[in-house]
T-cell receptor, first 113, second 112 residues
Framework: EAQVTQNPRYLITVTGKKLTVTCSQN?????MSWYRQDPGLGLRQIYY???????DKGDVPEGYKVSRKEKRNFPLILESPSPNQTSLYFC????????????FGQGTRLTVV | DQQVKQNSPSLSVQEGRISILNCDYT??????FLWYKKYPAEGPTFLIS?????DKNEDGRFTVFLNKSAKHLSLHIVPSQPGDSAVYFC???????????FGKGTLLTVNP
């Protein structure tokens, strides 16, 4: 089954404690990205990756890092989380073909206290 | 600057009637548009899309209309069902750029 898997689904952490949210896709997609969803703001892109070792900032990259060492994995790293990073996070992947849709993971609900 | 706008945060319709969700965009370089549906506690799922070379695309109960001159698209759901109750996101992309730009979403409630 084609899917994007995120872990964990829920996470409560304290300010400043480094954390990683993992994302893995089994569709051999080149393009992967991270979004955050906040009330009244919709989905905003954090970082994206065009392929292995190729990453770039999205619209709201501050406070986040990513890496793309393997095609299937695209972890999101919060080196020093702050309460304003409390949000719902989604990982997505899509192929390099034109006019194709992106597939989303189930989401990670992060609370930073 | 918000390039994709969904000006109605919510919409309520009766079961069996038509639901019309609207989306406006400002970037004339966008040439591919998608609608996603999102249930609580789940990720967005792809619903239907349309290329800028078309003005209509239909898939079962779902039809998307594109008016390029007005930079406007709409999603029609006929007939609406209670299971359609969800947040609907409009998204746009341009050319070979993979980035999707999303609207803020519209919460659709279909009442039995």
């Amino acid at each position: 089954e084609a899917q994007v898997t995120q872990n964990p689904r829920y996470l409560i952490t304290v300010t400043g404690k480094k954390l990683t949210v993992t994302c893995s896709q089994n569709m051999n997609h080149e393009y992967m990205s991270w979004y955050r969803q906040d009330p009244g703001l919709g989905l905003r892109q954090i970082y994206y990756s065009m392929n292995v070792e190729v990453t770039d900032k999205g619209d709201v990259p501050e406070g986040y890092k990513v890496s793309r060492k393997e095609k299937r994995n695209f972890p999101l790293i919060l080196e020093s989380p702050s309460p304003n990073q409390t949000s719902l996070y989604f990982c997505a992947s899509s192929s390099a073909a034109m006019n194709t849709e992106a597939f989303f993971g189930q989401g990670t609900r992060l609370t930073v206290v | 600057d918000q390039q994709v706008k969904q000006n109605s945060p919510s919409l309520s319709v009766q079961e069996g009637r038509i639901s019309i969700l609207n989306c406006d965009y400002t970037n004339s370089m966008f040439d591919y548009f998608l609608w996603y549906k999102k249930y609580p506690a789940e990720g967005p799922t792809f619903l239907i899309s349309i290329s800028s070379i078309k003005d209509k695309n239909e898939d079962g109960r779902f039809t998307v209309f594109l008016n390029k001159s007005a930079k406007h698209l709409s999603l029609h759901i006929v007939p609406s069902q209670p299971g359609d109750s969800a947040v609907y996101f409009c998204a746009a992309k341009r050319g070979s750029n993979y980035k999707l730009t999303f609207g803020k979403g519209t919460l659709l409630t279909v009442n039995p």
